[in-house]
């Protein structure tokens, strides 16, 4: 905790607590609005949170939408999302950041940011999705054989907020975390407490305070209760260490009503944190999936949500991708074309090194010239493994798959060795939801009304979303929308025109 003994004292109009993609989009926009003073606080090193390895967004009516000739419905995807949560989020919410969308769109234009409509994205029609088809920036050389990392939207955004807060002489102090929010008789906020890893301790006196701390992905106790999740087992996540909810948990002892529908965006069955090849490789629908039993448990071509919904009820919450030496050559002879600016043609260059490699050093994938040694390998019972792939080729054979009905052309035999196990795990990147806020991203009091001064914007806010999400790049474009928002309201708070 702060020591109170020795504290440096500083005014602010409007504080911001994380330097993500929320947050430092609500520095910018509040400061564009009015807000003379604007502080941000962020506990990491750097700035940029999770936003800075996100690939793309999501945008309706944008600029880049109409130039192209695209015809897109604010209204019909504001249908569409709350469909998807079945209405059970909060409509104004939705309604707020969707509209925002477009417009963000060309406020990022506007500082030298030129989107492309992206492939990679859900196959709408008309196309939803922002991206670039080339690392931007200082990282325009690193490849692309991720479909994730610096140089893609959200890093490109987070750098173009961190050179419009040296313009507008933003104060962005990093390895600072805020660690509570001070109010007063009436619970309106009045100010923050601060502590830094240099040793210094901030009193901050301010009207106005968003809460853009981010998720909880990092946070084992959190992680274990809500998703039943061991963050230290056999699944894979590239949630941020420091990620742990200190803006729910601050949010909360401040009066906010804290809504705990959380919800994960988790993905699966998955092979990181290992060889490219080999993890788009296990997840391909050619691959026949078992659990630990030796079982098949669903339909192959079903990857996504839904998959990650049926490996968690599995034994041990893991899959293995079972392939044949003839699967193996044709992969590596025919890359998937699926996402071609991702490169993924060349990433399997190195297929069979990296699976051999893994079968003999990483031991996360499994090489047998019998399916008996094979099943011994993964700890299932031989007999169980042998029938599940007769059954499977059985159905390979006459084109139709009885138990699943897998769409035929995906449909190969398991017969030449030797056999490969891949192992599938599952993974996550970020929670949502949390602090309860209205359309202006005001903060609700455990009382029914608003906390005066305080906003929550990105991951940390809630009642937007739920597993069910209704685009590719929901998340990312909520951390923007909603700070913007969130930025705003905030300055027009402190000079008194909300």
Request: net charge positive; glycine share 12%; charged share 20%.
């Amino acid at each position: 905790m702060v020591d109170r003994k020795i504290m440096e004292n500083l005014q602010a109009d409007v504080v911001i607590v994380g330097g993500g993609g929320s947050g430092m989009v609500a520095a910018v926009s509040a400061a564009e609005n009015g807000a003379g003073n604007v502080i941000v606080l962020e506990k990491a090193a750097h700035t940029g949170g999770n936003a800075f390895l996100a690939v793309a967004m999501f945008a309706v009516e944008s600029p880049v939408q109409k130039r192209l000739g695209f015809k897109t419905s604010r209204e019909q995807f504001f249908k569409e999302a709350m469909a998807a949560a079945k209405w059970t989020i909060n409509p104004e919410v939705v309604r707020a950041y969707v509209n925002k969308s477009g417009e963000l769109v060309g406020w990022f234009e506007s500082k030298g940011i030129k989107f492309g409509i992206g492939r990679g994205l859900k196959a709408d029609n008309p196309p939803l999705g922002h991206e670039f088809s080339e690392r931007q920036g200082r990282y325009a050389a690193t490849p692309m054989r991720v479909a994730q990392g610096p140089g893609m939207v959200g890093s490109t955004v987070i750098e173009t907020m961190l050179k419009d807060c040296d313009k507008l002489g933003i104060k962005v102090l990093t390895k600072t975390k805020a660690e509570k929010l001070l109010t007063d008789t009436r619970g309106s906020i009045k100010g923050v407490l601060a502590s830094s890893s240099k040793g210094k301790n901030y009193k901050i006196s301010t009207k106005s305070v968003v809460i853009a701390a981010g998720d909880f992905g990092g946070n084992a106790a959190m992680m274990s209760k809500y998703f039943g999740l061991d963050i230290h087992g056999d699944v894979f996540h590239h949630a941020i260490a420091g990620q742990t909810g200190d803006g729910i948990v601050m949010a909360g002892d401040a009066g906010a009503l804290i809504d705990k529908r959380y919800s994960i965006h988790w993905f699966g069955p998955c092979h990181h944190k290992w060889a490219g090849s080999v993890h788009y490789t296990m997840q391909r629908p050619d691959m026949l999936w078992v659990n630990k039993n030796g079982e098949r448990f669903m339909d192959e071509f079903s990857n996504g949500m839904q998959s990650v919904y049926a490996l968690n009820v599995q034994p041990g919450k893991v899959s293995y991708s079972l392939l044949d030496s003839n699967t193996l050559r044709d992969i590596k002879e025919s890359p998937p074309p699926e996402r071609p600016s991702f490169d993924q043609h060349h990433m399997f260059d190195t297929l069979y090194d990296d699976i051999e490699n893994e079968a003999s050093e990483e031991k996360k994938a499994w090489k047998a010239d019998t399916l008996e040694e094979l099943a011994m390998l993964l700890g299932a019972k031989p007999a169980v493994l042998k029938a599940t792939v007769a059954r499977y080729n059985a159905f390979c054979d006459k084109g139709h798959d009885d138990d699943f009905i897998k769409d035929p052309k995906y449909l190969k035999p398991i017969r030449k060795p030797p056999y490969y196990a891949i192992l599938g795990v599952i993974g996550y990147g970020y929670t949502s939801g949390g602090i309860k806020i209205n359309e202006r991203m005001e903060v609700i009091s455990k009382k029914g009304g608003i906390i005066s001064g305080l906003y929550a914007a990105g991951n940390n806010a809630g009642d937007w979303t739920t597993q069910n999400y209704a685009q590719g790049g929901t998340s990312l474009t909520f951390a923007f929308c909603s700070g913007y928002i969130a930025g705003e309201s905030a300055a027009k708070y402190v000079l008194g025109k909300s």
